[in-house]
Protein backbone atom coordinates (compact mmCIF):
# COMPACT_ATOMS: atom_id res chain seq x y z
CA UNK A 1 0.00 0.00 0.00
CA UNK A 2 1.42 3.76 -0.87
CA UNK A 3 0.90 5.92 1.70
CA UNK A 4 0.33 9.58 -0.13
CA UNK A 5 1.61 12.87 1.63
CA UNK A 6 -1.01 15.05 1.48
CA UNK A 7 0.53 18.76 2.90
CA UNK A 8 -2.01 20.92 4.71
CA UNK A 9 -3.75 23.55 2.61
CA UNK A 10 -1.86 27.17 3.13
CA UNK A 11 -3.84 30.34 5.59
CA UNK A 12 -3.69 33.56 4.48
CA UNK A 13 -2.06 36.07 6.26
CA UNK A 14 -3.03 39.17 7.07
CA UNK A 15 -0.58 42.60 6.74
CA UNK A 16 -0.63 46.37 6.47
CA UNK A 17 0.61 47.37 3.24
CA UNK A 18 0.60 51.14 2.66
CA UNK A 19 -2.01 51.94 5.26
CA UNK A 20 -4.40 49.10 3.92
CA UNK A 21 -5.38 45.95 5.20
CA UNK A 22 -4.13 43.20 2.36
CA UNK A 23 -4.55 39.41 2.98
CA UNK A 24 -2.43 36.60 0.87
CA UNK A 25 -1.29 33.12 1.09
CA UNK A 26 1.21 31.96 3.53
CA UNK A 27 4.73 31.68 1.79
CA UNK A 28 4.26 34.28 -0.21
CA UNK A 29 7.19 37.54 -0.34
CA UNK A 30 6.29 41.40 0.05
CA UNK A 31 6.95 41.85 -3.42
CA UNK A 32 4.01 38.89 -4.34
CA UNK A 33 1.80 41.04 -1.92
CA UNK A 34 2.83 44.50 -3.91
CA UNK A 35 1.78 42.77 -7.28
CA UNK A 36 -1.20 41.86 -6.27
CA UNK A 37 -2.25 44.75 -4.70
CA UNK A 38 -0.83 46.86 -8.25
CA UNK A 39 1.38 48.46 -6.63
CA UNK A 40 4.54 48.61 -8.96
CA UNK A 41 7.55 47.88 -7.47
CA UNK A 42 11.36 47.96 -8.91
CA UNK A 43 13.39 45.29 -9.32
CA UNK A 44 16.21 44.45 -11.08
CA UNK A 45 18.12 41.57 -9.52
CA UNK A 46 14.69 39.58 -9.20
CA UNK A 47 13.86 36.88 -11.48
CA UNK A 48 10.66 35.12 -11.67
CA UNK A 49 12.41 31.75 -12.43
CA UNK A 50 15.69 31.76 -10.21
CA UNK A 51 15.92 32.34 -6.57
CA UNK A 52 16.31 35.75 -4.98
CA UNK A 53 20.24 37.06 -4.82
CA UNK A 54 19.49 40.07 -2.89
CA UNK A 55 21.93 42.11 -5.30
CA UNK A 56 20.58 45.12 -6.89
CA UNK A 57 18.62 47.03 -3.59
CA UNK A 58 16.10 48.91 -5.44
CA UNK A 59 13.17 46.73 -4.23
CA UNK A 60 13.52 47.49 -0.66
CA UNK A 61 10.79 48.43 1.54
CA UNK A 62 10.31 49.50 5.42
CA UNK A 63 8.78 47.24 7.89
CA UNK A 64 7.59 48.77 11.02
CA UNK A 65 10.11 47.40 13.70
CA UNK A 66 12.81 46.66 11.38
CA UNK A 67 16.28 48.57 11.50
CA UNK A 68 17.02 48.24 7.85
CA UNK A 69 14.93 48.40 4.99
CA UNK A 70 14.33 44.79 4.19
CA UNK A 71 14.42 43.05 -0.20
CA UNK A 72 10.95 42.93 -0.76
CA UNK A 73 11.28 39.88 -3.65
CA UNK A 74 12.75 37.70 -0.99
CA UNK A 75 10.89 38.59 2.29
CA UNK A 76 8.32 36.65 2.89
CA UNK A 77 5.39 37.88 4.78
CA UNK A 78 4.00 38.18 8.19
CA UNK A 79 1.29 38.05 10.41
CA UNK A 80 -0.09 42.05 10.94
CA UNK A 81 3.29 42.69 9.68
CA UNK A 82 3.38 47.13 8.44
CA UNK A 83 4.91 47.85 5.50
CA UNK A 84 5.56 51.16 3.50
CA UNK A 85 6.56 50.80 0.04
CA UNK A 86 6.30 54.54 -0.60
CA UNK A 87 7.76 56.19 2.30
CA UNK A 88 10.29 59.16 2.40
CA UNK A 89 13.12 56.72 3.45
CA UNK A 90 12.48 54.10 0.77
CA UNK A 91 12.16 56.71 -2.06
CA UNK A 92 15.63 58.35 -0.64
CA UNK A 93 17.06 54.45 -0.83
CA UNK A 94 16.26 53.94 -4.34
CA UNK A 95 17.48 57.04 -5.52
CA UNK A 96 20.64 56.53 -4.27
CA UNK A 97 20.75 53.05 -5.53
CA UNK A 98 19.79 54.01 -9.24
CA UNK A 99 22.04 57.32 -8.79
CA UNK A 100 24.77 54.89 -7.99
CA UNK A 101 24.13 52.70 -11.08
CA UNK A 102 23.53 55.13 -13.86
CA UNK A 103 26.38 56.97 -12.81
CA UNK A 104 28.53 53.56 -13.19
CA UNK A 105 26.92 51.56 -15.64
CA UNK A 106 25.05 52.09 -19.20
CA UNK A 107 21.20 51.67 -18.19
CA UNK A 108 20.09 52.78 -21.74
CA UNK A 109 18.58 49.54 -22.51
CA UNK A 110 17.34 48.56 -18.93
CA UNK A 111 13.31 48.70 -19.01
CA UNK A 112 11.64 51.31 -16.95
CA UNK A 113 14.48 52.43 -15.23
CA UNK A 114 13.79 55.97 -16.60
CA UNK A 115 10.22 56.13 -14.93
CA UNK A 116 11.88 54.77 -11.85
CA UNK A 117 14.76 57.52 -12.15
CA UNK A 118 11.85 60.28 -12.85
CA UNK A 119 9.46 59.10 -9.94
CA UNK A 120 12.34 58.99 -7.52
CA UNK A 121 14.24 62.40 -8.42
CA UNK A 122 17.34 60.63 -9.27
CA UNK A 123 20.00 62.42 -11.05
CA UNK A 124 23.06 60.03 -11.79
CA UNK A 125 24.94 63.03 -13.32
CA UNK A 126 25.90 64.61 -10.13
CA UNK A 127 28.39 62.83 -9.87
CA UNK A 128 30.37 64.15 -12.75
CA UNK A 129 30.98 62.78 -16.45
CA UNK A 130 31.65 59.02 -16.74
CA UNK A 131 35.24 58.43 -16.79
CA UNK A 132 36.71 56.57 -20.05
CA UNK A 133 36.21 53.27 -20.69
CA UNK A 134 38.65 50.60 -19.70
CA UNK A 135 40.36 47.88 -22.09
CA UNK A 136 42.20 46.06 -19.00
CA UNK A 137 39.21 45.12 -16.45
CA UNK A 138 39.48 41.40 -17.21
CA UNK A 139 43.02 41.56 -16.15
CA UNK A 140 43.30 43.23 -13.03
CA UNK A 141 43.94 41.74 -9.98
CA UNK A 142 42.09 41.98 -6.38
CA UNK A 143 43.94 45.08 -4.50
CA UNK A 144 45.02 46.96 -8.10
CA UNK A 145 42.80 50.22 -6.91
CA UNK A 146 43.23 53.55 -9.27
CA UNK A 147 43.49 56.29 -7.46
CA UNK A 148 40.03 58.10 -8.54
CA UNK A 149 40.85 61.46 -10.54
CA UNK A 150 37.73 63.28 -8.56
CA UNK A 151 36.15 64.84 -11.85
CA UNK A 152 34.88 62.10 -13.22
CA UNK A 153 32.67 59.27 -12.13
CA UNK A 154 34.29 55.72 -11.73
CA UNK A 155 32.29 53.38 -14.32
CA UNK A 156 32.36 49.57 -15.75
CA UNK A 157 32.65 50.84 -19.19
CA UNK A 158 34.93 48.50 -21.41
CA UNK A 159 34.48 47.68 -25.69
CA UNK A 160 31.85 45.02 -25.94
CA UNK A 161 32.85 41.50 -26.25
CA UNK A 162 31.81 39.71 -29.56
CA UNK A 163 33.98 36.76 -30.07
CA UNK A 164 31.09 34.54 -31.25
CA UNK A 165 28.72 34.31 -34.38
CA UNK A 166 25.45 33.76 -31.34
CA UNK A 167 24.83 36.51 -28.48
CA UNK A 168 27.23 39.24 -27.43
CA UNK A 169 28.41 41.00 -24.90
CA UNK A 170 28.39 44.16 -23.36
CA UNK A 171 29.32 44.41 -19.79
CA UNK A 172 29.11 48.15 -19.64
CA UNK A 173 25.88 47.36 -19.00
CA UNK A 174 26.70 45.23 -16.27
CA UNK A 175 25.01 45.85 -12.71
CA UNK A 176 26.03 42.49 -11.05
CA UNK A 177 23.16 40.95 -10.59
CA UNK A 178 24.20 37.49 -10.49
CA UNK A 179 21.11 36.39 -12.53
CA UNK A 180 23.72 35.30 -15.58
CA UNK A 181 25.67 33.07 -13.20
CA UNK A 182 22.90 31.83 -11.80
CA UNK A 183 20.88 30.55 -14.97
CA UNK A 184 24.54 29.35 -15.98
CA UNK A 185 24.86 27.21 -12.79
CA UNK A 186 23.19 25.49 -9.89
CA UNK A 187 19.86 27.00 -10.43
CA UNK A 188 19.21 25.92 -14.16
CA UNK A 189 21.90 24.93 -16.75
CA UNK A 190 24.72 23.35 -14.39
CA UNK A 191 27.52 24.30 -16.81
CA UNK A 192 29.13 26.81 -14.71
CA UNK A 193 30.95 28.70 -17.56
CA UNK A 194 30.15 31.86 -16.06
CA UNK A 195 31.58 33.71 -12.37
CA UNK A 196 31.67 36.41 -10.91
CA UNK A 197 36.05 37.60 -11.27
CA UNK A 198 37.76 40.42 -8.69
CA UNK A 199 36.61 42.37 -6.34
CA UNK A 200 35.13 45.66 -5.19
CA UNK A 201 34.67 47.99 -7.95
CA UNK A 202 36.63 45.33 -9.96
CA UNK A 203 34.69 43.00 -9.70
CA UNK A 204 32.99 41.61 -13.31
CA UNK A 205 31.26 38.54 -14.64
CA UNK A 206 33.75 36.39 -16.63
CA UNK A 207 34.45 33.32 -18.15
CA UNK A 208 37.64 31.23 -16.41
CA UNK A 209 40.78 32.87 -17.07
CA UNK A 210 38.92 35.50 -18.98
CA UNK A 211 38.34 32.98 -22.06
CA UNK A 212 36.69 33.89 -25.13
CA UNK A 213 33.44 32.34 -24.94
CA UNK A 214 34.09 29.87 -27.77
CA UNK A 215 37.29 28.72 -25.36
CA UNK A 216 35.36 28.51 -22.08
CA UNK A 217 32.63 25.52 -21.09
CA UNK A 218 29.87 27.87 -22.68
CA UNK A 219 27.06 25.73 -24.20
CA UNK A 220 25.12 28.66 -25.99
CA UNK A 221 22.22 27.66 -24.16
CA UNK A 222 21.48 31.37 -24.23
CA UNK A 223 19.64 31.20 -20.34
CA UNK A 224 21.74 33.81 -19.17
CA UNK A 225 20.48 36.15 -22.18
CA UNK A 226 17.53 34.85 -20.94
CA UNK A 227 17.55 36.51 -17.33
CA UNK A 228 19.84 39.75 -17.96
CA UNK A 229 17.90 42.94 -17.29
CA UNK A 230 19.66 45.36 -18.77
CA UNK A 231 21.10 44.32 -22.00
CA UNK A 232 24.24 43.36 -20.86
CA UNK A 233 23.86 40.17 -22.93
CA UNK A 234 22.23 40.41 -25.69
CA UNK A 235 21.87 38.51 -29.13
CA UNK A 236 23.94 39.14 -31.96
CA UNK A 237 20.98 39.91 -34.33
CA UNK A 238 19.39 42.66 -31.56
CA UNK A 239 23.03 44.05 -31.64
CA UNK A 240 23.60 45.11 -34.97
CA UNK A 241 20.05 45.81 -35.37
CA UNK A 242 20.44 48.24 -32.27
CA UNK A 243 23.86 49.21 -33.48
CA UNK A 244 22.55 50.60 -37.35
CA UNK A 245 18.96 51.88 -35.28
CA UNK A 246 16.52 49.70 -36.90
CA UNK A 247 15.88 47.69 -34.09
CA UNK A 248 12.06 48.15 -32.90
CA UNK A 249 10.47 46.36 -30.80
CA UNK A 250 7.00 48.12 -30.96
CA UNK A 251 6.78 47.17 -33.99
CA UNK A 252 7.61 43.40 -33.26
CA UNK A 253 5.37 40.28 -33.44
CA UNK A 254 5.37 37.61 -30.91
CA UNK A 255 4.37 34.08 -32.15
CA UNK A 256 4.43 30.90 -29.36
CA UNK A 257 5.00 27.67 -30.71
CA UNK A 258 6.87 24.17 -30.35
CA UNK A 259 10.19 23.25 -30.77
CA UNK A 260 10.87 20.74 -33.38
CA UNK A 261 14.29 19.59 -32.80
CA UNK A 262 13.90 16.92 -30.92
CA UNK A 263 10.55 15.56 -28.75
CA UNK A 264 10.75 17.37 -25.39
CA UNK A 265 8.04 19.84 -26.53
CA UNK A 266 9.55 23.18 -25.60
CA UNK A 267 8.09 26.33 -26.07
CA UNK A 268 9.08 29.06 -28.25
CA UNK A 269 8.07 32.79 -28.86
CA UNK A 270 9.04 33.82 -31.98
CA UNK A 271 10.11 37.56 -32.29
CA UNK A 272 9.63 38.84 -35.70
CA UNK A 273 10.53 42.35 -37.19
CA UNK A 274 9.94 43.09 -40.75
CA UNK A 275 9.79 39.15 -41.72
CA UNK A 276 12.39 38.09 -40.05
CA UNK A 277 13.73 36.40 -36.74
CA UNK A 278 15.48 38.84 -34.74
CA UNK A 279 15.58 36.76 -31.20
CA UNK A 280 13.98 33.76 -29.68
CA UNK A 281 12.80 33.28 -25.85
CA UNK A 282 10.62 30.83 -23.69
CA UNK A 283 7.41 31.60 -21.68
CA UNK A 284 8.77 31.56 -17.94
CA UNK A 285 5.03 30.08 -17.30
CA UNK A 286 5.81 26.43 -19.56
CA UNK A 287 6.08 23.93 -17.45
CA UNK A 288 8.46 22.47 -20.12
CA UNK A 289 11.13 25.36 -19.95
CA UNK A 290 10.48 27.72 -17.39
CA UNK A 291 11.86 30.06 -19.64
CA UNK A 292 15.27 27.72 -20.70
CA UNK A 293 15.73 26.65 -24.06
CA UNK A 294 19.09 24.75 -25.98
CA UNK A 295 21.41 25.99 -28.52
CA UNK A 296 19.32 24.62 -30.78
CA UNK A 297 15.58 26.28 -29.30
CA UNK A 298 17.46 29.26 -28.59
CA UNK A 299 19.45 29.95 -31.80
CA UNK A 300 18.78 27.30 -34.33
CA UNK A 301 16.34 29.02 -36.50
CA UNK A 302 18.16 30.78 -39.08
CA UNK A 303 17.25 28.04 -41.98
CA UNK A 304 13.71 29.32 -41.45
CA UNK A 305 14.62 32.50 -43.16
CA UNK A 306 17.38 31.36 -45.78
CA UNK A 307 16.58 32.65 -48.97
Known amino acids: MTIVEIGLPKRLVELTLDGEPVRVLEGATILDACTAQGKSIPTLCYGDTLKPANACRVCMVEVEGSRTLV???????????????????????????LELLGSAT??????????????CGADPSR??????????????HPGEHEEPDGQTAATVRQPT?????????????CILCYKCVDACGDQWQNTFAISVAGRGFDSRISTEFSAPLPESACVY?????EVCP?????????????????????????????????????????HVQDNEIVKVTSPHESTVTHGNLCIKGRFGWQHVQNR
Open 71 to 97: PSCSRKVEPGMVVKTDSERTNHSRKLV
Open 161 to 173: KVDNPLYVRDLSK
Open 127 to 140: FGPPAPPSADRDDR
Open 230 to 270: TGALSFKREHDKREDGTWDEEAQTRTTTICTFCGVGCNLTL
Open 221 to 225: CGNCI
Open 106 to 119: DLSTTPHVDEWMSA
